[in-house]
């Protein structure tokens, strides 16, 4: 049998760094077994009411959780001892999450998004979880700060993301392409199955929530009339592909090619997805296997973050189309100004 796990591919990447300390590797290993007791608890979601789980308590008497908080603390009491982290930041949570004292402190800082598209969870649509790792920038004997959380993208040291789909799969990049495994329920080890994934140059995708289409910018509207126009050239018409969670609309994208969009509008003047838990770590992935990824006008990687919990507009997808996207808006803004 010619297969490879999560733990060995991580190792044998690491092997190509003579100075790596196999921290990283150990730290992503710790990140795998969080998602998989997530992703076991999100297959048994149907069964909540069955199983009388309804209410504030279950049959143990314990307290039912929202599956988004479940994931929340189960990435936080996965990581915080590890001995790899300094730091972490979660979308759920205000502050950010300081490792006890009483645990070895490491030199990473990780940010997620536990439950990514969790408005989806009681249809059985799937949903993710989105982590992004930066290396810490404070001294190592000081506490670690708001600070080393608020890093620009091109900083991360890896990032990825486990969709809780048709099956349970884990795709993470840590700079040298981006890997793709998919968990096998019955011995309950993620398996390399897709190689280093490579983004179609161009797509014939489009993803957005055309709900807003009245509140977008002149520009937007333009580019989603021209992607519905007939014209073999450029493969014209596109398919319209929108599943409302990130995880899932950016994960096929990458795989099949396409342009995933949450623009700013005139109700959400900055959009809608975080920067660090959601828009930053996809970012990262997609450059990687070829794609692009802007807030519309700036290479989203380059955003120096003001704030942990802050929003930004996204364009992210096949190279080709997100250029298309970003001149169809600053036409309009030319027009505008004149
Ligand atoms: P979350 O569940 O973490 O709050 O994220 C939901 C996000 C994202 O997954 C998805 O792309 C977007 O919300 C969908 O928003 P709309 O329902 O406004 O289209
Ligand atoms: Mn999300
Ligand atoms: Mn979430």
Redesign the pocket.
Known sequence: MNFQTLARHIIEEERKYPEATGELSSLLHDLSLATKVISLEVNKAGLVDILGFTGDSNVHGEQVKKL?IYAHDMMVKAMDHGGHLCVMAS?EEEDIIHIPPHFHIGKYVLLF?P?????NIDANVS?GTIFSIYRRITPDDQVATMEDCLQPGHKQVAAGYVIYGSSTMLVYTAGNGVHGFTLDPAFGEYILSHKKIETPKKSKIYSI?E??YLYWHTGLKKYIKYLQEEDEESGRPYSSR?I????A?VHRNLLYGGIFM?PADSRNPNG??RLM??CNPMAFIIEQAGGKASDGKRRMLDIQPEKLHQRVPIFIGSEDDVKTVEKFMAEEEVKASK
Do not use: A, P
Request: proline residues 0%; negative net charge; without cysteine.
């Open positions: 988004d979308e998004d439950l990514d598209g969790s408005s949903i929530n709900g807003n929108y409302g969670s990130m995880v609309d949450y809608k997805l838990y959601e």
